[in-house]
Structure formats: C-alpha cells, structure tokens
C-alpha cells in the first residue's frame, strides 16, 4: 500500500474515532472509539516511521501500545465499577467531578 | 579597686531577677528582706568606693556594640559626679525600699513591686554610671521603663493606667529628641564616650554642638518633666506614695539635670544651648509653683513642687554652676522624698489624698508632722535647712549672669514658701475634716523618713566641700559675688518666704478659708488648660487622623489590596470551573478544540 492510501486509513481511523466518542453515550462504546482514534494516530506515526528515522517512532508506537494496554485495563475496571454502582454504563449519568 | 563598682551596679539587678523568676516560691517576709537588702548592699558599695576610690576609676566589663565605625564598651565610670549621684541614688533607694515594706505590706502585689523597684534601681544605677551615651541610653530607657510599670501598679484601676501610657508617650517624644541628640554627635564625633566628647566638645561647630544639646535636653525635658513635657508628671502621682517618692522626686526626674552636668562642656560651647537649659528651667520652675499653689490632692501640690524644683537644678546648671545645681539636686533628693514619703503617711492613715478632707492631725501623727515641717522649711529655704543653702547658691549664681532669672527664682521661692506651708496648715492645723481615727505610722515608715529629716537638715552643710569634690571634672565654676551682696540677695529670698510662710498661715489658719478669686484661681486650678490644649493640638488630631488612615488607607488600600487578591483568585476559580462541568464529553470536547487550535496554530506558522 501506498503511504498516502495508509494516511487516508489513518485519517479515517482518527476521525471514525473521535465523532463514535462524540456520537455515542455507551462509555463502553466511547473508550472503543477512543482506542480506534489512538490505533489511527499509531498508524500515522508508523508511517512516518517508515519515511523518515525508523527506531524512535517505533519505540514510541511500542511504547504506546503497552501504556493503552494497561490503560484500557483501568478503564474496564472503571467501567465494571460505574455499571455496579449506576446499574448502566453511559456517559451522562456520571458528573460528580464537577467543579 | 575599681571591681567594687559592680557591686554598686549589680546587686538590684540580682534582686529584681530572683524577684522576677523565684517571687512565688519566696514567702513575703523573704521579699522584704532580700530586696532592701539588695540596695543596701549596693549602697555600703557606693559608700566604700565613695571612700576607698580616689578621683577616677573605671572598670572594662565587656564590648558591647562594635559596628563599623561605632565602638561602645559596656564599663562602668566612677568619677566625682558619678559617685554623688551613685551615692544619692542608693541610699535614697534604701530608705524607700525600708519604707514600702510597711506601706505597700498590705498589697496583694507586694513581690512585683519589689522586684520593680529593684529593676529601678539598677537602671538607675546603670543611668548614673554609664560612661558613654549608649549606656546612659539603656539606663535611660530602663528607668523610663519602671516608671511606666510603676505609674501603672494598680492597673486595674483607669486612672492609673492611662496615666502610666501618658508618661510613656510623652517620654517617648523626649526620647526621640534624645536619640537623635546621640545620632548626631555619633556623625559629628565618631565616638559616645562622655569624656571624649567634653574633650572635643571645643572642637564643634557652635551651631552643631547648639543642635546636639538641644536635642539631648529634648530628652531632658520629657525625663525631668520640664516645659513643655512636664505634664506627664502630674498624672504620675497615681503610683504608690513610695514610688513617687524615689522615681519621681528624688531620683529618675534628676537623671536629665545630670545629663546636663555630665555633658557640660557641649552645652557650655553653645552658648545658646546654656540659655535655653538655663530659661526653661526657671519658666518651668515658676510656671510649676502657680499651680501648686491652689491644688487640693496632697500628692499634686508635691508633684508640681518637684518640676518647679528640678527647674531650679536646670536653672543652675543653664547659668554655668554645675556644682550649685548638682548640690540642689543633691539635698532635694532628701527633703523631697521626705516629703512624699510623709505624704504617704498621711494617706496611708486616712485613706484620702484630699487635703479638704484632713486636718488636725498634728496631734495624732506627730512624728509625720514634725518631719514634714522639717522638709517643708528646707524646700522653702530657711535658713539652716537644706534647701536654703542649694537654693541660695543658685540664686546667687544666676544674679551674676542674670537679673530676671533671679528675679522669677527669689519670686518662685516665695511661692514655694507659701503652697508648702498651705499644705501644712491644712493637713496637719485646724480642725479634722472628715476623718474619724488616725494614728501614726509604723516604725519601719517613720524609721526611714527619721533619717532623711536629718539629711534634710544637714545635707546643706558642705556647699564648699561638694564644690570643692566636684572639681576635679574641670569645668566646674562658680562666679564671686561680693559678701555684702550675697547677704542683700539671701535677705531678700529668706525674707520672701517667711513674708509667704505668714500669708499661708493668715490665710489658712487664721481666715481659715482660702481665697476663690475666680478667674484665676479657676485658670490655676484647672492647671492653665494645659493638657486640654495639648488635647486639642496634639491629641485629638493624632487620633482622628489615625482614624481617617485607618479607615481609608488601612481598610480601603491595604485590605482591599490583600482581600481583592483573594477575590481575583476565587472569582478566577470560580470563571475556570465552568470548563469542569464533570460530563466526559465536554472534556472530550475541550481537548478536541485544543487540539485543533494547535493544529491550526502549527499549521499557519509551518505555512
């Protein structure tokens, strides 16, 4: 594939993304939307990897591969916790950190 | 030899210190014995150095300040004038502390009175001795000090307590002048030392050396209550009679005087300085005497008497005859302590400080009357008493140099005479008004009062032998007078106050009322509304223009300064906190539009 074919997906993948997190009141279906978004940006990253200094883009990708790995294992136990004290898990019905 | 001298100083200061920490675990009968015992020592020092140390000696404790150019050693000086003052000090002190064992026995604050009046007495002591201005300043202040702790003793009454604030106030301008005074012979000099400065006092500008005493008599005139800072003394009289008996007749109120004569050399380079010491002193004197003349509290009359007194010292001092004033200052701290302290007999028997309400009681207290009488005919300047020799030569001295200043002193003299002996007949002659039982004091009161009638007679004796002590310090003079002369001008001062010992007797005993002549007994009475202008002019001004500072500067600018720093900041909160609504979205959103005006910015600046 052609790296402008990839920026197009990745393109896509960031702003698929960004409107489901904006679009959708499931927070389960937010925080896919949100990994979907993060994926388009790692996407990028690689390919301007592959155009320009290979190894630190890739450590970077590395890098936030695993922190969204262990970040979306925050999230679900956030999630799990909302869903048992709420009884459902959307996004407006969680605003106690109003200032 | 001269390590004798810390045994002048520091046994009080020993005494007020035990007082001050151990005073509650000390039984009373403990306190009057250590804190009399305490300026006995002191004095048996005083009389020891007095014979053993011959003219000068000075004893190098410890460097005090050392700052840049400035050097001040904390020693002690032992000279002629010092061992005088040191002398008089301690034993004046003694007698008084023997004293106020019987007369305060009864308070409730017996070991903090003692343990003030030792801290006094140090201070004093410490004022006396001093061999530099720093020294003499803490001294100074020190005195100043227990004099404030003492006006206010009964605190809780309003009168004395404000009383107590008003002589710290007033002193407190005095003290400004003072410190201003050393700040600039500090400039002017390099050096604080007493001698240095007599000894370069000749090398001064006349008009530096004008500015230099004149603000240290400043400080004069606020300590020795002279115009126009007297009127702090008055109100005084609200302290225990003992109090008032050593600080404010005898000891504290003459520190200015032997400020004066300690730095003589400087007042004399400026002749106009020596003027004003000199008229100050006498308008003090005669101004003070007019309104002794028509008070009716017992310890008011004796307060004005002590500034017309002490502007007699500065009288003498101003017109060159240091050792005539000196010898004033010397004999009146016998007979007017005396004074006070018969003074407080009196109101320690009848409860009352109001001479219209006594009376009669020559019968039932003869041995206050008796020595009353004997101090009353010392201040008056009967011949054989005290008084009359110290008032006498300073009288003489100023003929010489000036015909009205002698004038308004032989003319206060007669006054003298007359408010003293008005005090008399209406306390002790005629009939008891008001009081139902009175009886003499106790032996340890009329035990000390006893030994000062006698110095009060005596004290006068050694004109010549007190000069002739003096002299030593170089620049101490007195004029010649012709003898047919100096009996013409006695004649006329001893005359004039028995003439006025006879009006107060017709007009107290014999009319038996004295006279109201309206205007201006009322002028006198209320004291030439001197206080009520200071009100006016000083007062009342001051307070309502801290009022208005405090309203619009303090409140307005400052707190509005530090309160609208915490509004900024709550009111900041308050505007950010709409961005935290605690929806995810909105933060979402937040981001989104961040990144994207990052975006837009980096874009627009790579194109």
């Not at chain 2, 000196?326 to 006070?340: D, E, N, P």
């Not at chain 2, 007078?481 to 006879?502: D, F, H, N, Q, R």
């Not at chain 2, 005006?597 to 627009?604: D, P, Q, S």
Request: include cysteine; charged fraction near 10%; glycine fraction near 10%.
């Amino acid at each position: 594939m052609s790296s402008f074919s990839l920026f197009i997906l990745a393109a896509l993948l960031i702003a698929g993304g960004i409107a489901g997190f904006f679009l959708r009141k499931d927070l389960l279906t937010m925080l896919l939307s949100s990994e979907v978004a993060l994926s388009g940006a790692n996407l990028l990253l690689l390919v301007f990897a592959s155009q320009a200094s290979p190894t630190e883009a890739q450590a970077a990708v590395l890098a936030i591969l695993t922190v969204a790995a262990a970040e979306v294992a925050v999230a679900l136990a956030a999630l799990a916790v909302v869903i048992r004290e709420k009884g459902k898990a959307t996004e407006d019905i969680v605003s106690e950190m109003k200032g | 030899m001269s390590l004798l001298l810390s045994g002048v100083l520091f046994p009080p200061a020993l005494g007020a210190l035990i007082l001050i920490l151990l005073g509650r675990l000390l039984s009373k009968r403990s306190v009057s014995w250590l804190s009399p015992a305490a300026v006995g020592i002191s004095f048996l020092t005083s009389l020891l150095s007095f014979f053993l140390i011959k003219g000068k000696a000075s004893l190098y404790l410890f460097p005090w300040l050392s700052v840049g150019g400035l050097q001040v050693d904390f020693s002690l000086l032992w000279d002629p004038l010092s061992s005088i003052m040191a002398l008089t000090v301690s034993g004046v002190s003694f007698l008084i502390h023997i004293y106020s064992v019987g007369y305060m026995g009864e308070d409730p604050g017996y070991r903090r009175y003692f343990a003030y009046l030792n801290l006094f007495t140090f201070s004093m002591l410490l004022l006396v001795l001093a061999p530099n201005l720093p020294m003499m300043f803490v001294g100074w202040e020190g005195v100043g000090l227990c004099s404030y702790l003492l006006i206010g003793f009964w605190f809780e009454k309003e009168t004395a307590a404000n009383a107590g604030k008003k002589a710290f106030i007033v002193n407190r301008v005095g003290d400004f002048g003072f410190l201003l005074g050393i700040f600039l012979l500090f400039t002017l000099l390099g050096n604080l030392n007493f001698d240095y400065i007599n000894y370069h006092a000749n090398s001064l500008a006349p008009s530096a050396a004008t500015a230099a005493a004149l603000l240290l008599f400043l400080g004069a005139t606020g300590k020795s209550a002279q115009i126009p800072l007297y009127i702090w003394l008055p109100d005084a009289m609200e302290g225990p009679t003992p109090v008032s008996a050593l600080i404010h007749a005898a000891t504290m109120v003459t520190a200015g005087v032997y400020m004066v004569s300690r730095l003589f050399p400087l007042y004399a380079r400026s002749g106009l300085a020596l003027n004003v010491v000199a008229w100050v002193g006498i308008i003090t004197a005669a101004f003070a005497a007019t309104i002794a003349l028509v008070q009716n509290d017992i310890k008011r009359v004796l307060a004005y008497s002590t500034i017309s007194q002490i502007g007699y010292m500065f009288a003498g001092v101003g017109v060159g005859a240091v050792s005539a004033g000196m010898f004033h200052l010397f004999t009146h701290a016998f007979f007017k302590s005396l004074l006070f302290l018969a003074a407080g007999s009196v109101i320690h028997a009848l409860g009352t400080q109001d001479m219209r309400e006594m009376g009669g009681l020559r019968k039932k207290m003869p041995i206050t009357f008796w020595v009353f009488t004997i101090a009353a005919l010392a201040i008056s300047g009967i011949p054989g008493f005290a008084g009359f020799f110290s008032k006498d030569q300073i009288l003489a001295q100023a003929y010489i140099r000036s015909k009205a200043i002698w004038a308004i002193g032989v003319v206060t003299a007669g006054l003298t005479a007359f408010y003293m002996f008005r005090l008399i007949f209406m306390t002790f002659f005629g009939e008891p008004r008001g009081w139902k039982n009175a009886h003499e004091s106790p032996p340890v009161m009329t035990g000390p009062m006893l030994v000062l009638a006698f110095f009060s007679v005596v004290s006068g004796w050694f004109f010549s032998s007190f000069h002739g002590w003096l002299k030593p310090l170089g620049y101490i003079h007195l004029e010649e007078l012709p003898e047919s002369k100096e009996a013409l001008l006695m004649g006329a001062s001893v005359g004039l106050a028995l003439l006025a010992i006879g009006l107060a007797w017709w007009i107290y005993l014999k009319r038996g009322k004295g006279f109201h002549t309206g205007f201006i007994h009322k002028l006198l009475l209320n004291k030439y509304y001197v206080d009520e202008i200071y009100n006016a002019a000083f007062v009342i001004p001051y307070r309502e223009g801290s009022r208005l500072i405090s309203r619009y500067f303090d409140i307005g600018i400052i707190d509005g300064t530090v309160e609208g720093s915490g509004r900024l900041t709550l009111q900041g909160g308050r505007l950010m906190s709409f961005f935290q609504s605690g929806f995810l979205k909105d933060y979402a959103l937040w981001m989104a539009a961040g990144v994207v005006l990052a975006l837009f910015v980096m874009l627009g600046r790579a194109l």
